[in-house]
Nanobody, 122 residues
Framework: QVRLVESGGGSVEAGGSLRLSCTPS????????MAWFRQRPGNKREFTSH????????YHVDSVKGRFTIWRDNGENTVYLQMNDLKPEDTAIYYC???????????????WGQGTQVTVSL
């Protein structure tokens, strides 16, 4: 089973930036899409962004659009989530996912990372 290894979480003040990364344990792993979800305190896990790897089509939900960018370096198997202008409401555990990725439902993704904590303070 391919593992997704995340890194880059941490604590920042509001307005700051963080970059998360997600690397499959198998460099030959080639899913249709990779995505980021997050689980804020007291809430269910929610979809934020995904990237269709063949064609490089990013998508972000409205709450993070313009502040978050999902991307991948050409030729790399690592997907990044650049998060700028962070707000306290972005505080969450962020999860990387991979799979068919044709929508925001978790059902489209069958590989998950362990999660990385992002904390944004005032």
């Amino acid at each position: 089973q391919v593992r997704l290894v995340e890194s880059g979480g941490g604590s920042v003040e509001a307005g700051g930036s963080l970059r998360l990364s997600c690397t499959p344990s198998d460099p030959t792993f080639s899913p249709y899409a990779m995505a980021w979800f997050r689980q804020r305190p007291g809430n269910k896990r929610e979809f934020t962004s995904h990237l269709i790897l063949n064609g490089d089509h990013p998508y972000h939900v409205d709450s993070v659009k313009g502040r978050f960018t999902i991307w991948r370096d050409n030729g790399e198997n690592t997907v990044y989530l650049q998060m700028n202008d962070l707000k306290p409401e972005d505080t969450a555990i962020y999860y990387c996912a991979a799979g068919a990725g044709r929508g925001a439902s978790e059902d489209w993704y069958d590989h998950w990372g362990q999660g990385t904590q992002v904390t944004v303070s005032l």
